[in-house]
């Protein structure tokens, strides 16, 4: 999976939003412009295996990961970091 140049900070800032559970994929994709799969193969290339496989299965199939199947959107949180 080809990955764009990303610096340390924009890494930490994605690697942080991944693993908050109520962060979409779409909402990383708006900010930093990468896809899921691209996150994915970001979580994978900077993590430990054992943290990684730990994310995979927690974000396997929530909900709350993905914009079209959340069952809220106002009153959401939203970091002072987070655009859109």
């Known amino acids: 999976m080809e990955l764009p140049e990303l610096d340390s900070e924009t890494i930490d800032r994605v690697l942080e939003m991944a693993w908050e559970d109520r962060t979409t994929f779409e909402s990383i994709e708006l900010q930093f412009g990468l896809t899921e799969p691209q996150v994915i193969a970001l979580m994978r290339r900077e993590m430990k ?9 927690r974000v396997t199939g929530r909900s709350t990961k993905h914009a079209t199947r959340r069952d809220f959107v106002a009153g959401r ?3 002072q970091n987070q655009k859109g």
Do not use: D, G, L, Y
Request: glycine share 0%.
């Open 49 to 57: 295996a054992s943290s990684f496989r730990m994310w995979r299965e």
């Open 77 to 79: 949180f939203k970091s």
